[in-house]
Protein backbone atom coordinates (compact mmCIF):
# COMPACT_ATOMS: atom_id res chain seq x y z
CA UNK A 1 0.00 0.00 0.00
CA UNK A 2 0.74 3.69 -0.27
CA UNK A 3 3.47 4.93 2.44
CA UNK A 4 1.62 8.49 3.81
CA UNK A 5 4.87 10.46 6.11
CA UNK A 6 2.86 13.27 8.15
CA UNK A 7 5.18 16.06 9.47
CA UNK A 8 5.97 16.94 12.79
CA UNK A 9 4.39 14.28 14.41
CA UNK A 10 3.53 16.95 17.83
CA UNK A 11 3.33 20.27 18.11
CA UNK A 12 3.22 22.94 20.79
CA UNK A 13 2.72 26.46 19.71
CA UNK A 14 1.50 29.82 21.22
CA UNK A 15 -1.51 31.14 20.53
CA UNK A 16 -2.07 33.46 17.87
CA UNK A 17 0.62 31.79 15.42
CA UNK A 18 0.71 29.64 12.75
CA UNK A 19 1.25 26.03 12.24
CA UNK A 20 2.13 24.13 8.86
CA UNK A 21 1.70 20.45 8.68
CA UNK A 22 2.88 18.40 5.72
CA UNK A 23 1.50 15.29 4.51
CA UNK A 24 3.97 13.34 1.84
CA UNK A 25 2.64 10.55 -0.40
CA UNK A 26 6.15 9.00 -0.77
CA UNK A 27 5.60 6.14 -3.02
CA UNK A 28 2.68 7.45 -5.39
CA UNK A 29 1.00 10.49 -7.00
CA UNK A 30 -1.73 11.57 -5.17
CA UNK A 31 -4.46 13.73 -6.81
CA UNK A 32 -6.33 13.61 -3.89
CA UNK A 33 -5.51 14.16 -0.14
CA UNK A 34 -7.92 14.06 2.64
CA UNK A 35 -7.44 16.29 5.97
CA UNK A 36 -9.15 14.87 8.92
CA UNK A 37 -9.51 16.56 12.38
CA UNK A 38 -9.70 14.19 15.96
CA UNK A 39 -10.53 15.76 19.44
CA UNK A 40 -9.71 14.13 22.48
CA UNK A 41 -11.86 11.17 22.85
CA UNK A 42 -13.91 12.01 19.86
CA UNK A 43 -13.99 10.39 16.26
CA UNK A 44 -12.09 11.84 13.11
CA UNK A 45 -14.09 14.39 10.90
CA UNK A 46 -12.73 14.98 7.54
CA UNK A 47 -11.81 18.79 7.29
CA UNK A 48 -11.41 18.99 3.61
CA UNK A 49 -10.05 17.57 0.40
CA UNK A 50 -6.97 18.80 -1.02
CA UNK A 51 -6.91 18.72 -4.81
CA UNK A 52 -3.53 18.89 -6.15
CA UNK A 53 -3.62 22.22 -8.35
CA UNK A 54 -7.12 23.34 -7.93
CA UNK A 55 -8.42 24.80 -4.50
CA UNK A 56 -9.42 22.53 -1.70
CA UNK A 57 -13.02 21.54 -0.58
CA UNK A 58 -14.03 21.93 2.74
CA UNK A 59 -16.67 20.59 4.59
CA UNK A 60 -19.45 22.34 6.35
CA UNK A 61 -18.55 24.28 9.23
CA UNK A 62 -14.72 24.04 8.64
CA UNK A 63 -13.23 27.23 8.08
CA UNK A 64 -10.80 27.88 4.42
CA UNK A 65 -9.35 30.81 6.06
CA UNK A 66 -8.47 29.82 9.52
CA UNK A 67 -7.09 26.05 7.82
CA UNK A 68 -5.51 26.55 4.59
CA UNK A 69 -4.20 23.81 2.67
CA UNK A 70 -1.77 23.64 -0.37
CA UNK A 71 -1.36 20.43 -2.66
CA UNK A 72 1.23 21.67 -4.94
CA UNK A 73 2.73 18.74 -5.79
CA UNK A 74 1.13 15.07 -6.74
CA UNK A 75 3.29 14.35 -3.08
CA UNK A 76 2.89 16.80 -0.94
CA UNK A 77 -0.06 18.59 0.70
CA UNK A 78 0.06 21.18 3.04
CA UNK A 79 -2.26 22.35 6.39
CA UNK A 80 -1.81 25.59 8.32
CA UNK A 81 -3.78 26.56 11.25
CA UNK A 82 -3.06 30.38 11.08
CA UNK A 83 -3.69 32.42 14.27
CA UNK A 84 -4.26 29.26 16.08
CA UNK A 85 -5.61 29.04 20.09
CA UNK A 86 -6.64 26.68 22.02
CA UNK A 87 -9.96 25.70 20.77
CA UNK A 88 -7.35 23.93 17.73
CA UNK A 89 -5.34 21.89 19.85
CA UNK A 90 -6.27 18.10 18.70
CA UNK A 91 -4.89 15.50 16.62
CA UNK A 92 -4.89 16.12 12.45
CA UNK A 93 -4.41 13.26 10.19
CA UNK A 94 -4.11 13.33 6.51
CA UNK A 95 -5.05 10.28 3.87
CA UNK A 96 -4.11 8.95 0.42
CA UNK A 97 -6.52 7.51 -1.60
CA UNK A 98 -5.72 4.54 -3.81
CA UNK A 99 -6.04 1.90 -6.11
CA UNK A 100 -9.19 3.38 -8.08
CA UNK A 101 -9.99 5.28 -4.41
CA UNK A 102 -10.70 1.94 -2.44
CA UNK A 103 -7.98 1.97 -0.09
CA UNK A 104 -7.23 4.82 2.17
CA UNK A 105 -3.83 5.34 3.75
CA UNK A 106 -3.04 7.47 6.97
CA UNK A 107 -0.42 9.58 7.86
CA UNK A 108 1.11 8.78 10.80
CA UNK A 109 -1.03 11.84 12.40
CA UNK A 110 0.10 15.51 14.12
CA UNK A 111 -0.80 16.49 17.63
CA UNK A 112 -1.72 19.98 17.89
CA UNK A 113 -0.84 21.71 21.56
CA UNK A 114 -2.03 25.54 21.19
CA UNK A 115 -0.83 27.22 24.82
CA UNK B 1 -26.63 10.88 4.45
CA UNK B 2 -24.40 8.57 5.32
CA UNK B 3 -23.90 7.35 8.66
CA UNK B 4 -21.94 4.81 10.82
CA UNK B 5 -22.99 4.18 14.11
CA UNK B 6 -20.89 2.19 16.61
CA UNK B 7 -23.28 1.25 19.54
CA UNK B 8 -20.49 0.42 22.00
CA UNK B 9 -18.28 2.77 23.93
CA UNK B 10 -16.47 0.98 25.75
CA UNK B 11 -15.46 -2.99 26.12
CA UNK B 12 -13.46 -4.25 28.70
CA UNK B 13 -12.31 -8.09 29.15
CA UNK B 14 -10.02 -10.56 30.36
CA UNK B 15 -7.03 -11.29 27.96
CA UNK B 16 -8.22 -14.65 26.09
CA UNK B 17 -11.66 -13.21 25.79
CA UNK B 18 -13.16 -12.91 22.72
CA UNK B 19 -14.33 -9.17 21.28
CA UNK B 20 -17.34 -8.41 19.14
CA UNK B 21 -17.19 -4.97 18.03
CA UNK B 22 -20.79 -4.16 16.31
CA UNK B 23 -20.95 -1.60 13.50
CA UNK B 24 -24.16 -0.43 11.67
CA UNK B 25 -23.84 1.88 8.46
CA UNK B 26 -26.09 3.76 6.28
CA UNK B 27 -26.20 4.59 2.80
CA UNK B 28 -28.01 4.56 -0.63
CA UNK B 29 -25.18 3.90 -2.42
CA UNK B 30 -25.26 0.91 -4.05
CA UNK B 31 -21.39 0.55 -4.19
CA UNK B 32 -19.31 1.25 -0.97
CA UNK B 33 -16.59 -0.18 0.97
CA UNK B 34 -16.17 -0.66 4.83
CA UNK B 35 -13.23 -0.62 7.03
CA UNK B 36 -11.84 -1.22 10.56
CA UNK B 37 -9.40 0.71 11.87
CA UNK B 38 -7.43 0.46 15.18
CA UNK B 39 -6.02 3.33 16.61
CA UNK B 40 -3.84 2.40 19.62
CA UNK B 41 -2.88 4.91 22.38
CA UNK B 42 -0.36 6.26 19.94
CA UNK B 43 -2.67 8.26 17.97
CA UNK B 44 -1.98 6.16 14.20
CA UNK B 45 -4.72 4.36 12.64
CA UNK B 46 -3.75 1.20 11.84
CA UNK B 47 -5.88 -0.76 8.99
CA UNK B 48 -7.25 -3.88 9.83
CA UNK B 49 -9.87 -4.45 7.29
CA UNK B 50 -11.94 -3.47 4.17
CA UNK B 51 -14.87 -4.93 2.46
CA UNK B 52 -16.44 -4.03 -0.64
CA UNK B 53 -20.52 -4.29 -0.54
CA UNK B 54 -20.78 -7.10 -3.35
CA UNK B 55 -18.82 -9.34 -1.31
CA UNK B 56 -20.16 -10.55 1.54
CA UNK B 57 -17.76 -13.33 2.32
CA UNK B 58 -17.10 -13.26 5.65
CA UNK B 59 -13.51 -14.59 6.42
CA UNK B 60 -10.74 -15.35 9.41
CA UNK B 61 -7.77 -13.59 8.99
CA UNK B 62 -5.64 -15.28 12.14
CA UNK B 63 -7.59 -13.97 15.21
CA UNK B 64 -9.59 -11.08 12.85
CA UNK B 65 -13.21 -12.26 11.31
CA UNK B 66 -15.48 -10.23 10.64
CA UNK B 67 -19.20 -10.62 9.81
CA UNK B 68 -20.67 -8.29 7.14
CA UNK B 69 -24.45 -8.81 6.56
CA UNK B 70 -25.95 -6.46 3.87
CA UNK B 71 -29.34 -7.03 5.11
CA UNK B 72 -29.08 -5.70 8.52
CA UNK B 73 -26.48 -2.85 7.41
CA UNK B 74 -24.21 -4.70 9.26
CA UNK B 75 -20.24 -5.03 9.58
CA UNK B 76 -19.58 -6.84 12.68
CA UNK B 77 -15.33 -7.54 13.97
CA UNK B 78 -14.62 -10.08 16.21
CA UNK B 79 -11.19 -10.14 17.57
CA UNK B 80 -10.36 -14.09 19.12
CA UNK B 81 -8.65 -14.67 21.88
CA UNK B 82 -8.18 -11.19 22.86
CA UNK B 83 -4.32 -10.05 24.25
CA UNK B 84 -3.45 -6.92 25.99
CA UNK B 85 -1.74 -5.86 23.42
CA UNK B 86 -5.15 -5.48 21.72
CA UNK B 87 -6.17 -2.74 24.05
CA UNK B 88 -6.67 0.57 21.82
CA UNK B 89 -10.00 2.03 19.83
CA UNK B 90 -11.25 0.91 17.15
CA UNK B 91 -13.03 2.20 14.18
CA UNK B 92 -15.81 1.14 12.01
CA UNK B 93 -15.72 3.41 8.89
CA UNK B 94 -17.74 3.66 5.03
CA UNK B 95 -16.23 4.95 2.13
CA UNK B 96 -18.37 5.91 -0.74
CA UNK B 97 -17.63 7.12 -4.45
CA UNK B 98 -16.44 10.32 -3.44
CA UNK B 99 -13.44 8.43 -1.95
CA UNK B 100 -14.61 10.47 1.96
CA UNK B 101 -14.18 8.18 4.91
CA UNK B 102 -17.02 8.64 7.44
CA UNK B 103 -16.34 7.39 10.80
CA UNK B 104 -18.30 5.65 13.67
CA UNK B 105 -17.62 7.09 17.18
CA UNK B 106 -15.16 4.55 18.04
CA UNK B 107 -15.11 1.56 20.37
CA UNK B 108 -12.66 1.39 23.25
CA UNK B 109 -11.27 -1.47 23.98
CA UNK B 110 -9.13 -2.68 26.87
CA UNK B 111 -8.24 -5.64 27.20
CA UNK B 112 -6.66 -6.58 31.21
CA UNK B 113 -4.42 -8.99 31.73
Known amino acids: GAVVSQHPSRVICKSGTSVKIECRSLDFQATTMFWYRQFPKQSLMLMATSNEGSKATYEQGVEKDKFLINHASLTLSTLTVTSAHPEDSSFYIC???????????FGQGTRLTVV | AQKVTQAQTEISVVEKEDVTLDCVYETRDTTYYLFWYKQPPSGELVFLIRRNSFDEQNEISGRYSWNFQKSTSSFNFTITASQVVDSAVYFC??????????FGAGTTVTVRA
Open chain 2, 93 to 102: ALLLGDYKLS
Open chain 1, 95 to 105: SVATGGNTEAF
